[in-house]
């Protein structure tokens, strides 16, 4: 008598996972995609057939999300998954464990945007730094098995998530270690900007000023100045400011940063026209996780309010005593 297992209707007596069981060729989204195009699965195997067209994975693993949601912390679905005892799904203990690490890098996302709250763009976050080798070094697991897990639930990858996070805040993302800032964000600021530098310094302001492979942003030498456009804080570039010092050792270096605020490093000051939108990151900076050596130069920088920050920028010399001059 043969010890194999009694057909049933889940069996598979076909294809790619012959012999094998329905939950099998389920996980294989693909292979199911593929299955119901086939007009011999449908007339042949209609039971088979039905369960394949009626299972969808995710909804397994999503809260309800608010309907009247306000902020997209509020809307977006990945940031309302279940914890993993809620999921009604069978999982295998390696399956948890991927399951976990997935709703700790989702947990991680989110926090970053909150940190960021208060600044001009809190979806300019950073992507995850080897977070694969992450997952392989906490849970003594391949990354194919992360990989296989988020496939066979319709789970979007971490890049997908850090990229829909980002095209929130008007990015453009490239990959897990490079984006664009986009770049009619990024062109009407640095237009904005010429136009006051313009008009205080004529032909003495350098646009786009190339000197020893670096390249300025705006730069006058007459007062011995490089400006530098930034669309918000975190997009401080700490190789991009040493560089700039050890070619232009000299010069000071003024951050544009945003419509609303102008740092002067020299100075150690932050003059803005919103006064409580950098006092108030300023005093998150101890608490954040993803604070960068900017954060910590200006976290003790004075804060001046300046109405209109044109009145900022002139002819007169570095050692000009009128303070609102930078």
């Known amino acids: 008598m ?5 057909l049933n209707s889940d069996t598979i007596t076909f294809g790619k996972y012959k012999n094998g069981t329905l939950q ?10 593929w299955l119901l195009k086939q007009e011999w699965f449908q007339s042949n195997y209609e039971y088979l057939h039905n369960r394949v067209q009626e299972y969808e994975p995710l909804p397994f693993f ?8 306000e902020s997209f912390l509020e809307r977006y679905q990945y940031f309302h998954l279940k914890p993993v005892e809620e999921i009604e799904l069978p999982l295998s203990d390696d399956e948890k464990k991927c399951y976990a690490y997935y709703l700790l890098m989702v947990g991680e996302l989110k926090a970053k945007i909150e940190d960021l709250l208060d600044t001009d ?10 977070w694969l080798l992450r997952f392989e070094k906490e849970n003594d697991l391949k990354r194919e098995v992360f990989k296989e897990f988020i496939n066979a639930h319709e ?4 890049p997908y998530i850090v990229e829909r996070i980002k095209k929130e805040g008007g990015i453009e993302y490239l990959g897990a270690q490079s984006f664009n800032i986009a770049k009619k964000r990024s062109l009407e600021q640095e237009a904005y900007w010429e136009k006051i530098l313009k008009e205080k310094y004529g032909e003495d302001l350098g646009i786009q000023f190339k000197y020893e492979k670096c390249i300025f942003d705006f730069l006058t030498i007459s007062t011995n100045t490089i400006y530098e456009c930034k669309l918000g804080l975190k997009d401080f570039n700490e190789e991009q400011h040493k560089k700039y010092v050890l070619t232009l050792d000299k010069y000071r270096i003024i951050y544009l940063i945003g419509y609303d605020c102008v740092i002067s490093m020299e100075r150690k000051a932050i003059y803005t026209s919103d006064v409580d939108k950098y006092q108030v990151y300023q005093m998150k900076i101890p608490g954040m996780t993803d604070s960068t050596s900017f954060d910590e130069l200006i976290k003790d920088f004075d804060i001046v309010e300046i109405e209109d920050l044109s009145t900022l920028f002139g002819k007169q010399q570095i050692t000009d005593p009128l303070p609102q001059e930078v």
């Open 62 to 69: 999503f809260q309800r999300v608010p309907d009247e949601g």
């Open 2 to 6: 043969s010890n194999e297992c009694p």
């Open 155 to 158: 789970l979007k990858n971490i």
């Open 121 to 130: 763009n809190p979806y300019d976050i950073k992507a995850p730094c080897r």
């Open 24 to 33: 099998q060729v389920l996980r294989d989204r693909s292979y199911c995609t």
